[in-house]
Nanobody, 121 residues
Framework: QVQLVESGGGLVQAGGSLRLSCAAS????????MAWFRQAPGKEREVVAA????????DYADSVKGRFTISRDNAENTVYLQMNSLKPEDTAVYYC??????????????WGQGTQVTVSS
């Protein structure tokens, strides 16, 4: 079992950057693949980025490729999402999630509570 807590959200101007963190509790964090999702008002939740348990493999939604970077530090039980060149359409609640398998379409069954990211134009 793993518990997840996101932080780092906030208000930023278009073109700016934010770094989200997701702290995990439990001794099995390094066994999980991790991902970041987001949900904007009135829209379905969508996957943004995924990273394998060892950090050697990553994948991104087309909408964020080249702007967002997912990374993890297994020694610190933390996964990060560096977001650059932010756009107003990136405004959403961002969630981290854990799964036993890696991939944008893996079965993520552990979730954090979310952190709000707002990008002003």
């Amino acid at each position: 079992q793993v518990q997840l807590v996101e932080s780092g959200g906030g208000l930023v101007q278009a073109g700016g950057s934010l770094r989200l963190s997701c702290a995990a509790s439990g001794r099995t964090f390094s066994r999980y693949a991790m991902a970041w999702f987001r949900q904007a008002p009135g829209k379905e939740r969508e996957v943004v980025a995924a990273i394998s348990w060892h950090g050697g493999s990553t994948d991104y939604a087309d909408s964020v490729k080249g702007r967002f970077t997912i990374s993890r530090d297994n020694a610190e039980n933390t996964v990060y999402l560096q977001m650059n060149s932010l756009k107003p359409e990136d405004t959403a609640v961002y969630y981290c999630a854990a799964a036993r398998s890696y991939g944008l379409r893996a079965d993520y069954n552990h979730w954090g509570q979310g952190t709000q990211v707002t990008v002003s134009s």
